[in-house]
């Protein structure tokens, strides 16, 4: 593929992400889908550049309940997706998991998790099994910018440098954490720069930028997979919707969504593929061919069984 067609390939799986969150929106606002839910919406190109990186067969990602991009990313049909969520048999994990916790091994989608900063830990358990189990697997873990201040982050970290474990540790810096700002969490507003308290190498890149992404990952991978141990990414992004589905942003200054808008990783990607001859008839050429997949897959997972409440209890453990 040359720098074009990827940068295609790129804004396809973005899009693709953005119709699947979007139509959760819709089905979540009419009560299809029940529970709480947290959309990436925004944040697409972390996980369509980290993805694009990583050797799924053998890599794993540990992301948290605002999952379904890096489950898309990582190829899990939007299709399982919408059926878990709707809580259809046919869904990805049967449809016990729902929104936040579904998990896809299969794909290298390792479980999503509503425990702040638990993905860190577990991520790093499965790279310090990787250094025995000769599969050259990189785990790489993904949590807010608030869960950079759990302790078990922390430990997790250190205990990945200290090891040299190949573990990626990611951050997506959309700077709020629920409702706060980071500024009021941390003096430190260069989150990447922890990295030096636990001697690894930590960098910021533009999250907004799949190409940037892709570029940063694919050398942290290629790092850890040479056993040099683990590496901290901040990656910049915003989130265009709430913290969850229902949420009334009051906390935003006014206007700030606006500006965000302006530099969404869909509207920048387009601005380039433009700038590289595609036309904007190709570009919403393929939007619409999207969202008609996304459409088909939500009548389809719709039209199955809801999963049976006689086995409910099954596949639980306490
Ligand atoms: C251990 C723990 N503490 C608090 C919460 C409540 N909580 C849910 S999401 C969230 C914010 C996390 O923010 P961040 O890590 O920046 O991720 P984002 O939601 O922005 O993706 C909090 C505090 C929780 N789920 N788990
Ligand atoms: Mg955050």
Not at 72 to 88: D, K, Q
Not at 185 to 193: A, G, I, S
Request: hydrophobic residues 40%.
């Amino acid at each position: 593929m040359n720098d074009n067609e990827k940068l295609w390939d790129h804004l396809t799986r973005m899009r693709r992400i953005r119709a699947l969150e979007e139509k959760i929106a819709q089905l979540r606002a009419e009560n299809q889908i029940v529970g709480s839910v947290h959309l990436c919406n925004g944040q697409e190109a972390i996980y369509v550049g980290a993805c694009a990186a990583l050797d799924l067969t053998r890599d794993a990602v540990f992301p948290t309940y605002r999952g379904h991009g890096w489950a898309v990313a990582c190829g899990v049909p939007p299709r399982a997706i919408l059926a878990e969520l709707l809580g259809r048999s046919t869904g990805i994990s049967g449809g016990r998991g729902g929104s936040a916790y579904f998990t896809a091994p299969e794909y290298g989608f390792f479980g999503e998790n509503s425990i702040v900063g638990a993905g860190a830990p577990i991520a790093t358990g499965a790279a310090l099994a990787a250094t025995f189990d000769g599969s050259g697997r990189v785990s790489v873990a993904s949590f807010g910018d608030g869960a950079l201040n759990q302790g078990a982050v922390h430990e997790a970290m250190n205990f990945a440098a200290i090891r040299s474990l190949p573990v990626i540790f990611i951050v997506e810096n959309n700077s709020y954490s629920e409702l706060t700002p980071i500024s009021a969490m941390v003096k430190v507003d260069q989150l990447f720069r922890r990295a030096n308290a636990y001697g690894m190498p930590g960098a910021r890149v533009d999250g907004n930028d799949p190409a940037a992404v892709a570029d940063a990952v694919a050398q942290a991978v290629a790092r850890a997979r040479r056993g040099k141990g683990p590496v901290l990414l901040e990656l910049i992004t915003q989130r265009l919707v709430g913290h969850y589905i229902g949420d009334v942003q009051h906390y935003r200054p006014e206007g700030e969504l606006d500006e965000v808008s302006k530099v969404e990783p869909i509207v920048r990607l387009e601005q380039k593929l433009i700038g590289l001859g595609r036309t904007r008839e190709e570009l919403d050429e393929l939007h619409a061919s999207v969202q008609n997949e996304i459409e088909t897959a939500a009548a389809e997972a719709l039209a199955d069984e809801l999963a049976p409440t006689d086995t409910v209890l099954e596949h639980l453990y306490a």
